[in-house]
């Protein structure tokens, strides 16, 4: 309909007067309708489409991403729309540059890092293997402490001999523990028989009181062996094990030191040049960390030998003490002075029963 009336419009014949001018246009009525109707058409398409625009809307919300700007104004053409989904500012071009670089800068960093550390490992490795090799073909030289040498030495024999000691004071506990448990059997054995056979009684008896006290001097004596045991034990694989531990690391740094040590000495043999200079610096660095580290270990192993050394003897004194006057008891059946020896050293015997804990400790 509003083309048909356009068209109507576009084709009316307007007057012309035979010396050119156009006629009075106010005057023509279908000219003025034809306007007043396109006028109301174009209101009643313009409310249409935007209460469809305002259903749309309300149904489906607005969606930010499709809005769009309108240049030429109200009612204007298409060519002046620009969707603001294709619009990214700056600061978020930025932000999301400086993340990926910030990712790529850590994870760049982490694998040099892996690579300087797998370097210096290396470079270590040779060095300490190249010095090794030269010390035990004699090509090579040391640095040695023969009074320290010495005792770390006597250290390592007297381990070895307590841990023979340990080894032989298990197998008489083990022993001393099956006879005792053979004493008790025996005992239990003569006491059945004495009950059976009237004619043997006293006999019987008499032999079962007797292997029922040695079985409780037995687990006496056991107890005060275990307690030996157990402080031997502590005192071999745990104290003398934290000394050799540290001088094993002191060992190491020694070695360390002698290999930089003796490369410092091979660069300054060679040329001046600035290359060489800037490796003996860089040398000259190296061979004082690992000096200072060999210094340190070397003072805390003097330290630690000292207190082990007092230690031991304390602890032996104590032990030693222990098992004599332990054993002298048990073999001479002096019961009274066997349980006072346990009292002297704080020793506490378990009751027969409390081998297995009972349901309230295991909770």
């Known amino acids: 309909m509003t083309d048909s009336v356009m068209s109507k419009a576009a084709t009316m ?73 294709s619009i990214k500012g700056p600061n978020m071009q930025h932000s999301t540059s400086s993340s990926s670089m910030t990712a790529e800068e850590a994870t760049r960093g982490v694998a040099v890092e892996k690579y300087e550390a797998v370097k210096k490992w290396g470079l270590n490795t040779y060095k300490c293997t190249k010095q090794m ?26 381990k070895r001999k307590y841990e023979n000691v340990l080894r032989l004071a298990k197998a008489l506990t083990n022993h001393f523990y099956n006879m005792v448990q053979t004493q008790h059997a025996l ?12 004619e043997l ?8 009181e007797t292997q029922k006290l040695l079985c409780k001097n037995g687990e006496t004596l056991l107890g005060a062996i275990n307690f030996f045991v157990s402080s031997i034990n502590t005192l071999v694989n745990k104290t003398m094990e934290d000394t050799l531990m540290t001088i094993r690391m002191y060992e190491n740094a020694r070695l360390e030191f002698d290999a930089y040590r003796s ?24 061979y004082q960390v690992h000096k200072e580290k060999y210094e340190r270990l070397r003072s805390d192993v003097i330290i630690k ?20 006057n332990a054993i002298s008891a048990y073999f001479a059946g002096n019961q009274q002075q ?26």
């Open 201 to 208: 009684r006293d006999e019987f008896g008499y032999n079962a």
């Open 13 to 85: 014949e307007i007057p012309i007067n035979s010396n050119g001018d156009t006629g009075a246009l106010a005057e023509d009525d279908s000219l003025e309708q034809a306007a007043k109707l396109q006028w109301s058409l174009d209101e009643k398409v313009g409310s249409s489409r935007d209460t469809r625009d305002l259903q749309q809307v309300m149904v489906s919300g607005p969606n930010l991403n499709e809005t769009s700007i309108v240049s030429g104004g109200y009612g204007g053409t298409a060519e002046g729309i620009i969707p603001t989904g």
């Open 305 to 324: 030998l000292k207190f082990l050394e007092e230690n031991k003897v304390k602890v032996m004194h104590k032990q030693l003490l222990l098992f004599h």
């Open 133 to 158: 090799i030269s010390e035990r073909f004699g090509r090579g030289s040391r640095t040695v402490d023969l009074e320290l040498e010495a005792q770390i030495e006597l250290l390592r024999d007297t």
């Open 338 to 363: 066997l349980e006072q020896t346990l009292k002297q050293f704080n020793i506490k015997l378990r009751p027969p029963g409390a081998d297995k804990p009972s349901w309230l400790e295991e909770q």
């Open 187 to 198: 005992g239990d054995t003569f006491a059945d028989l004495s009950q059976k056979s009237p």
């Open 263 to 286: 490369d410092l000495e091979e660069l300054s043999l060679g040329p001046r040049d600035a290359v060489t200079m800037a490796r003996i610096d860089a040398a000259q660095e190296q």
